[in-house]
Every structure is written in structure tokens, then in C-alpha cells.
């Protein structure tokens, strides 16, 4: 669980970032926004401190050059430079002490002289590691130096994860959508191509069978031809030897009796159907 503060070690870091976008963060990166001033560094420190009397600038960075003399016990937040870092084979350490960049005041929480007279002249702090001689007057339990930073600046990083991962996101459903898209283009694709063959195949369905029910109408036609010729002949000569009670029976009374005469031959291609469209058709032309 994360504690309630301004400031985070890098532990709580780690831990921040794990929580809220599920990635661990290395003091690899921790250095490398460090350098680029992504990140400011701070320093919790309890222990022996100076005031800075004067001090040597360098690339716009004050260095600690003198001291006030007055020794004293601080403790509170301190904001460090970047060139108070350095990423050790184990971890991220801070260079302090005399000559190295001087650390400035951000807050406060006990000091063993409350009047030091020379607090408006310094420059800032001087501060040391714990292992310093001058921390061995104090007792370990009361010393601290542990670099952490503010909550606010790992929450914009944090931001900036959490922007990227949506925009990593947001390109990824932007290329399965663009893939799916040319899915369905291919697809449409060979649907139009199969649109246009079945068209081909319907108009050449279309233009065959006129030729095809022509030919079976004529067809029809002349087997109908055929038949009536057989009824006609084969009436004249029964008309020659039957008598005339029998010639009686054999009388057509209307077409439907001739197409069922016919149909009972059973020709081939001269279905009923076939003979009553032949009629039909006839008798229509006939009134023409």
C-alpha cells in the first residue's frame, strides 16, 4: 500500500507505477529523466549540516565552494541537482558533501538552531552522506538520506505511460480495423466477380431457351402434324368398311377429345400439355 505523501523513494515509485498502469519503472529510466530534467531529485535527509558561504557556478549550477562555520542537525525535504545523482551497479546514490552542487531548502521539519545567523547570506545547504565522519556524532536511528521524488512529477509520467499505451492501443484497433477492412473489400471483391459470372450465365441461360422451347414447339408441332395425319388416315379407311353405327363412335365431339386420343399414343416429346399450347396457339391465329 502507498503512503500519503508529496514524496516517494523509489520503492514507493516502483510501487505507483505497478498500481496504476501495471509497469514496472528501472533506475535506469529514474537516471535517464534525471539527466534530460524529466525528473527533479530530492533528498529526505536527517543529519549534520552547513550553510554555504559562497560557491564556484558551472554550467549555471551552484557548487559548494565555502562554509559557515556553524555546524548543525537538520531535517526535512531538500531539492538536489542532477549532478548530485549516480547510478551505481546497485542503485541510484547521491554525491554530497563539500564541492558538490548545493542542496536548497524545499521543507523543513526539525533544525537544532533555529537562529542561524547566517541563513540569509548562504546559498543553501551543504549536506553528507551517512557515513560520513561528521554524521558519527549522531546515532544511525537519527540519520537518513534517501533520495525521492515529487508525487506529482511521477504522476505526469505516469500520464504520459498511460497516453502512450492508449495511443498504442488506439493504433492497434486502427490496424485491425484496417485489415478487416481489406478483408472485406477482397471479399466484395469476389462477390462482383461471382455477381458477374452468374450474370453471364443467367444471359446465356436467357438466349439459349427461346432456341430450346422453339425447337421443342416445333418439334411438338410436327409429331402433332404426324399425329392428326395418322387420326385422318386411319378415319378414312375405317369409314370404308365400318358401318355407320360405328362410324358414329369414332366422331371427334370437341379438341379434348382429340388431344386425349392423341396423348393415349403416348408419342415421345407430345405431352398433353404440349398438344393443348399447339391448339391454343392455333386457334388464336385463326381468329387473327
Known sequence: ??????????????????????????????????ESGQLTPYLDYKGAAHLTKNGTVLRGIDYVFKLFEEEFYVSGIFKLSNENIFLSEFCLEAILGV????????????????????????????????????NEKHLKTGLKCEIVFDKEELLD???????????????????????????????RNLLEVEVDRLKRDLRATQLQEPT????????????????????????????????T???????FVNQSEIVDHITAKET??????????IFTEANKRSLD
Do not use: W
Request: glycine letters at 2%; proline letters at 1%.
Open 99 to 134: 564541492g558538490n552542487p548545493v542542496a536548497q531548502e524545499i521543507k523543513i521539519y526539525s533544525i537544532s538552531n533555529e537562529n542561524l545567523k547566517n541563513k540569509d547570506l548562504s546559498l543553501g545547504y551543504c549536506l553528507y552522506n551517512i557515513n560520513d565522519k561528521i
Open 212 to 243: 430450346e422451347n422453339l425447337n421443342d414447339v416445333k418439334d411438338s408441332a410436327y409429331r402433332l402434324i404426324f399425329a392428326l395425319k395418322d387420326i385422318i388416315l386411319g378415319l378414312d379407311q375405317e369409314s370404308k368398311v365400318l358401318s
Open 268 to 277: 415421345p416429346k407430345l405431352s398433353k400439355s404440349n398438344i393443348e399450347k
Open 1 to 34: 500500500m502507498l503512503k500519503s505523501s508529496d514524496f516517494y523513494n523509489f520503492k514507493d515509485s516502483v510501487a505507483l507505477f505497478k498500481d496504476m498502469i501495471d509497469k514496472s519503472i528501472s533506475d535506469t529510466e529514474v537516471y535517464r529523466r534525471i
Open 245 to 251: 353405327e360405328k362410324k358414329n363412335k369414332i366422331n
Open 157 to 187: 509520467i505516469v500520464s504520459e505511460y498511460k497516453n502512450k499505451q492508449r495511443n498504442d492501443y488506439l493504433e492497434n484497433e486502427l490496424e485491425e480495423a484496417r485489415e478487416h477492412i481489406e478483408r472485406l473489400k477482397r471479399g
